[in-house]
């Protein structure tokens, strides 16, 4: 009896798991590379942050940036949406389409670990939370930042991919920054709770590096993602 094989896409498995090595290697890297050029509305969603949470890393300052890091995802899948079913007659561009779409999800998902993991390692440490600074702050900058990210994908989808990358790579400079001016985080066992859907890593250091380089992942997808003008709604 034969058996037919059936080709079944995989869905992407998100930014790569590194080893110890190579996070250490990572925070180097992103020590040395200077950030980008950020513009004025990217700084207009930073300055606010920094004042309300402080210029230093915290964990209460990395849940608040994971909450709204979901959103362009979120305004990019929609669209794309949007673009699939006016892109119908055309397979092979409505494809690509679709997979952008996949690609905004698998991010979204990451970036929902990220949060989950900074929520965490807030409650293990004590952090007390006010709903004023932690509830109604980030859902108002990621109400805004989710229209101009839909508003600017609509426009011109370079731009919203621009705003992203910067917000990605303010993201990988906080964490690898916050990891390097914080050394007994190397003694802090990684808790682990999410080790299932996330990974195991020695220490709090290293889950931090991974989450670092994982915004720089997103931050090269989106350059990425500006270099190919037709894939857009
Ligand atoms: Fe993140
Ligand atoms: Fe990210």
Redesign the pocket.
């Known amino acids: 009896m034969s058996v037919t094989t059936i080709n079944r896409p995989e869905a992407p498995t998100g930014p790569p798991k590194l080893t110890r090595d190579e996070l250490r290697r990572a925070e180097q890297e992103t020590l040395a590379t200077p950030r980008m050029n950020y513009s004025l509305l990217a700084k207009m969603m930073f300055k606010p942050v920094d004042l309300m949470y402080g210029k230093q890393g915290s964990f209460t300052k990395f849940a608040m940036?994971?909450i709204i890091?979901r959103v362009p995802y979120q305004a990019w899948e929609r669209m794309g949406y949007w673009a699939v079913q006016r892109h119908a007659g055309r397979s092979a561009l409505a494809k690509r389409v679709f997979e952008r779409i996949v690609e905004a999800r698998a991010d979204q998902d990451?970036?929902q670990w990220?949060?989950l993991i900074m929520q965490d390692l807030i409650q293990r440490h004590g952090i007390k939370q006010s709903w004023l600074l932690h509830k109604v702050a980030p859902w108002l900058i990621a109400f805004f930042y989710y229209h101009v990210s839909w508003m600017m994908f609509l426009v011109k989808p370079e731009w919203s991919y621009r705003l992203n990358a910067e917000f990605?790579d303010h993201?990988e400079h906080t964490y690898m920054t916050f990891v390097a001016e914080n050394p007994d985080l190397e003694f802090i066992p990684d808790p682990g709770t999410y080790a299932d859907e996330y990974g195991r890593f020695r220490s709090v250091a290293d889950l931090l590096r991974q989450?670092g380089h994982?915004?720089r992942t997103?931050k090269n997808d989106s350059l990425e993602a500006m270099r190919e003008p037709r894939v857009r709604a």
């Open positions: 940036l994971e890091a990451n970036e990220h949060l990605e993201a989450v994982d915004e997103h």
